[in-house]
């Protein structure tokens, strides 16, 4: 009999065996990825503004066209709470239901996802339907994709001829710029933004009047660059600077996409490889440096000069920082401090010093400051000359730049007036300035972040407090009011998994239940299952796991990397799903350099912030309390160890995240507990014996031991084959503990040992120290 059809045989003699048997007792969840209280710290819409701006079940909803003035109108009067709405553009239907979830769950029902395809608003509305009663109606908008022939347009958006970046900003900023025109506050976000706090309490009157003041907020980028993935726009005139921001920066694009020829001339690189770079958050820049100039800037266009020595002399610039330091107007920055009431609740929420939280505390606040612009009309005033940019458009505007000028005249509202025509000059100069803010940095930060970190407390991003663990809501001690809204961007670790995805799921912002829904069940959760990333679902026949306490903090990384060698031979010779292991969060190697000289019984307990930890790119903590932190190596982000992708046709091992098979823990104790009843003790699982003799079978020393065993497999098979036999009848996918550390099972039978090779050889984690130096830098 081969390898396989002996496990097969086995695996079907479980499942038609009937017992009561469980092995490891597992603390029970005290807030488990399906439970009330979870979702309930998520819903923070009332924690501050007295529920002003809950929006769940008050909606009408809309899902449909928006394409034309009365049908976007219809759209927005559905979804608008208080005059206030969220807009989101996304492709991807797992994405687009988990930013829905996010919000709706916080209790922001008012935001509308933008599509091309139709199709993408009815399967959303399918994947949320379960919770329509709580949130309200879906929201979900769709430009028309095709002609009044039938023909596609060439991009899907009917305003682009050619790509210039991802059509999904454009479809944001389109409609974000027609929202605020129609007299509507917009917070325009990407899918991998998210809510923490009460967003609206920071910004508004009169819990803030200074803020409620500025007309626009934006993610920074660097000290004078933003980031458009995080946007807030309030109280704007439809004919005002911050309505020409939002019109011109797609407007700029579409002229482009339609005839570049004059971009051509002045960046003849581009023209040579007959490109456009045309980020969203450049264009957004270039119109921001446009106000605060109060004349037309074009700092897009360095990024598509590039190199071109030619072209920089042309500009009368050595090169790109001449050039964009100066149309960048820097000088017109301002930071402004503002007094907060000592002892209020917002003295408690404005930090300067995120993330360290306990210095905030230590130091109330009683003052905050503002990185902030004032926004004028611009207008050309006669003149374009070649050293700020030239005029990089052709003169004559095509059908596609006429039809897309047409859309915002057709809303019939005071539009802003047109820089480019000489008789509106009096106009500009005369519209009423607004006022913008920049946060997460300030005038005297070279580049980045630093600290203090101004306006973080209103909206910040992955690098500066969520892998510090202020994103954890459910972690979050009762009162904690530090953060508004996050960002998964910057410094994320090295994967080929979506390491957004990665860091949602372990911060808590990841809906299991809404995943279900979208990859059509429960048990298709995980990569492994799902097949994603380009591999082949399958089934979780068994899983294999190290019992909790079988890792030792004393463990090397070299010791740490054999130990999952060893799970991996044994997860093939049993043919079960490998559970990678965390990390305990006390061990040496993820702690940073200056705690590491700390003795381990001395190093103080997790708490947040988590400063003691290497969360830059060692780690990631989860877990349902703080007592029960888990540390997540962010070795396994890396398709190959998780799924079966049969590269070169090779047959691979699968594996599960650690947050994922603590996930399928919380289910199946959850599953157990509606069979047993909620007073049952509940143990899950069945303790693997790796021999019938020896070390590997001899009692373990108090509080476990490092001792990485050698395993025989004939024994192995000898040991358990009756408990394989006879157990897990019970639990939906049956568990295999490991009370103690595998280096290496010997005797393999030959196409076992060939698959783990295989498995090794694409798996970084299996391979860890025979990675090039830097590769293995960060993690």
Request: glycine fraction near 8%; proline fraction near 7%; charge should be neutral.
């Amino acid at each position: 009999m081969t390898h396989q059809v002996f496990i097969h045989a086995l695996l079907s003699a479980a499942l038609l065996l009937c017992s009561a048997s469980y092995g490891l007792a597992v603390t029970p969840d005290k807030q488990h990825h399906g439970s009330a209280h979870y979702y309930h710290a998520h819903r923070v819409c009332d924690k501050r503004t007295g529920g002003k701006y809950c929006s769940s079940g008050k909606l009408k909803g809309y899902v449909g066209p928006i394409d034309t003035a009365a049908q976007i109108k219809e759209a927005l009067a559905a979804t608008a709470h208080e005059k206030e709405l969220i807009v989101f553009s996304e492709s991807r239907l797992g994405e687009a239901a988990q930013t829905f979830a996010r919000f709706r769950n916080a209790g922001y029902s008012h935001i509308i996802g933008v599509t091309l395809e139709a199709e993408l608003c009815s399967r959303l509305n399918h994947v949320l339907l379960p919770w329509a009663k709580p949130h309200g109606p879906l929201s979900c908008g769709t430009y028309r994709s095709h002609d009044e022939k039938g023909n596609r347009y060439p991009l899907g958006f009917e305003y682009l001829i050619r790509g210039i970046g991802y059509v999904g900003w454009w479809l944001k900023w389109f409609t974000t710029a027609r929202a605020v025109m129609l007299g509507y506050n917009v917070m325009a976000v990407d899918s991998d933004s998210l809510i923490v706090d009460d967003f609206y309490w920071r910004v508004k009157e009169p819990w803030n009047p200074h803020l409620a003041k500025y007309n626009m907020f934006t993610q920074s980028e660097a000290s004078t660059v933003i980031n458009s993935g995080f946007t807030y726009v309030q109280n704007a005139a439809s004919n005002g600077p911050v309505a020409w921001m939002l019109y011109d920066m797609t407007h700029k694009i579409v002229r482009w996409s339609e005839d570049p020829s004059e971009l051509f001339k002045i960046a003849p690189e581009a023209g040579r490889i007959n490109a456009i770079w045309g980020d969203d958050q450049e264009s957004m820049s270039d119109t921001l440096f446009s106000c605060m100039c109060a004349k037309p800037r074009f700092f897009i266009l360095a990024y598509n000069v590039r190199d071109d020595k030619e072209a920089w002399k042309k500009l009368g610039a050595t090169g790109f920082g001449d050039y964009t330091g100066r149309i960048s107007c820097a000088e017109r920055w301002k930071s402004p401090s503002y007094p907060v009431a000592p002892g209020s609740d917002m003295a408690k929420a404005v930090c300067e010093y995120i993330p360290d939280v306990e210095r905030c505390n230590a130091q109330p606040a009683t003052n905050f400051s503002v990185q902030t612009a004032v926004l004028n009309m611009p207008h050309f005033g006669g003149e374009w000359p070649m050293n700020l940019g030239g005029y990089p458009f052709v003169k004559e505007p095509g059908p596609k730049v006429l039809a897309y000028r047409q859309a915002f005249k057709d809303l019939g509202v005071p539009l802003p007036p047109d820089p480019e025509d000489p008789t509106t000059l009096a106009a500009a100069q005369a519209t009423k300035t607004e006022l913008f803010a920049l946060m997460q940095t300030s005038l005297g930060s070279q580049y980045r972040f630093h600290n203090p970190n101004p306006m973080a407390w209103v909206q910040t991003n992955w690098d500066r407090t969520g892998r510090n663990g202020l994103w954890h809501l459910h972690l979050m001690p009762e009162g904690s009011i530090h953060l508004g809204a996050g960002h998964v961007h910057a410094g994320l670790f090295p994967g080929t998994i979506n390491p957004k995805t990665h860091v949602l799921m372990a911060g808590g912002h990841w809906d299991w239940r809404v995943h279900a829904r979208v990859v059509g069940s429960p048990d298709k959760v995980y990569y492994t299952t799902a097949g994603d990333s380009g591999g082949e679902g399958g089934d979780l026949r068994r899983v294999i796991a190290y019992a909790p306490g079988a890792i030792p903090a004393t463990l090397s990384k070299e010791q740490w990397v054999v130990a999952l060698q060893g799970l991996a031979q044994l997860g093939l010779a049993l043919g079960a799903t490998v559970a990678w292991p965390d990390v305990p969060c006390d061990t040496d190697w993820v702690q940073q350099p200056k705690f590491r000289s700390v003795p381990l019984a001395q190093r103080r307990p997790q708490k947040l912030p988590w400063l003691n930890l290497d969360t830059t790119f060692q780690v990631y903590p989860y877990g349902d309390s703080l007592e029960d932190l888990r540390c997540m190596w962010n070795g396994f982000s890396f398709n190959e160890c998780l799924v079966n992708r049969r590269l070169n046709g090779l047959d691979m091992g699968r594996g599960l995240l650690p947050v994922e098979f603590h996930h399928l823990l919380a289910r199946t104790r959850h599953e157990l507990a509606g069979v047993m009843g909620a007073e049952a003790e509940i143990k899950i699982g069945t303790t693997v014996k790796l021999a019938q003799s020896g070390p590997a079978a001899d009692p373990l020393p108090p509080g476990g031991s490092d001792q990485l065993h050698e395993v025989p497999y004939a024994g192995l098979m000898a040991a358990n084959a009756e408990s394989l036999l006879r157990s897990h009848a019970a639990e939906h996918v049956p568990i295999l503990w490991l009370d103690r550390l595998v280096g290496n099972v010997t005797g393999l039978p030959a196409d076992v040992a060939k698959v783990y090779d295989n498995w090794k050889s694409v798996c970084r984690a299996l391979h860890y120290f025979t990675l090039p130096p830097d590769q293995r830098r960060d993690w």
